[in-house]
């Protein structure tokens, strides 16, 4: 089960209702989704070839300047 950040902070102020605490882990995990779908689109526009190249070029550009 996903548990985001925000839960993990908050939890110890007030007690977070179910739904907010769904909200946050469909939030989670839609962040997680487009970052993947983010890279790998980067990699196809930028003709990676493997997956090494993927962490040796684009990762790094990816995690500097995040888009």
């Known amino acids: 089960?996903?548990?985001?950040?925000a839960i993990r902070r908050y939890r110890h102020i007030r007690i977070?209702?179910?739904?907010e605490i769904?909200?946050?882990m469909f939030s989670a995990l839609n962040s997680k989704i487009?970052?993947?779908l983010n890279i790998a689109?980067?990699?196809?526009?930028?003709k990676m070839e493997s997956?090494?190249?993927l962490n040796t070029f684009f990762l790094p550009?990816?995690?500097e300047?995040?888009?």
């Open 41 to 46: 689109i980067g990699a196809k526009e930028n």
């Open 1 to 5: 089960m996903i548990e985001h950040t």
């Open 22 to 24: 769904v909200s946050l």
């Open 65 to 67: 300047n995040p888009q």
């Open 51 to 53: 997956f090494s190249d």
């Open 34 to 36: 487009l970052t993947g």
């Open 16 to 19: 977070l209702s179910e739904l």
């Open 61 to 63: 550009k990816y995690i």
